[in-house]
């Protein structure tokens, strides 16, 4: 089988989690690696869990949340997906700090934000 992507939930609030986990799980592809919401836990999480994609909550100003430029620093191939509470807005984040909006935030859209990792990585 084909390596998944690993993803690590570390969104807020729970439903929204919860909402993710269950779409996830779904998907042979891709496996949820864990759920840390503590930002300095979660440092440690990615390496722990060897993460793809790092799942967080899109701050309300649109503005790249805190923990990304640190984790983009340390884990170079990770890609970052932050979601709007209300699943309306959704940015991916690379290593470059680069932001790319997302147009479709259904849950097909989500889950090929999510794949994006798996096909960064193999080229």
């Keep these: 089988m084909d390596h998944q992507v690993r993803v690590l939930l570390a969104n807020r609030p729970r439903a929204l989690r ?19 919401l503590d930002p300095i836990k ?22 790249i949340p805190g923990i990304c430029s640190h984790l983009l620093h340390e884990y170079p191939q990770l890609l970052i997906l932050a979601l709007s509470l209300a699943c309306t807005g959704a940015c991916v984040y690379r290593q470059t700090i680069t932001l790319e909006q997302l147009s479709d935030t259904s849950d097909e859209g989500i889950l090929t934000a999510v794949r994006m990792a798996k096909a960064d990585s193999t080229a």
Excluded: F
């Excluded at 919860?18 to 840390?36: K, P």
């Design 42 to 63: 979660l440092l440690v999480a990615v390496e722990d869990t060897q993460a793809d994609v790092v799942v967080v909550t899109l701050p309300d100003s649109g503005e």
């Design 18 to 36: 919860a909402r993710l986990a269950r779409l996830l799980q779904r998907q042979s592809d891709i496996e949820v690696v864990g759920t840390v």
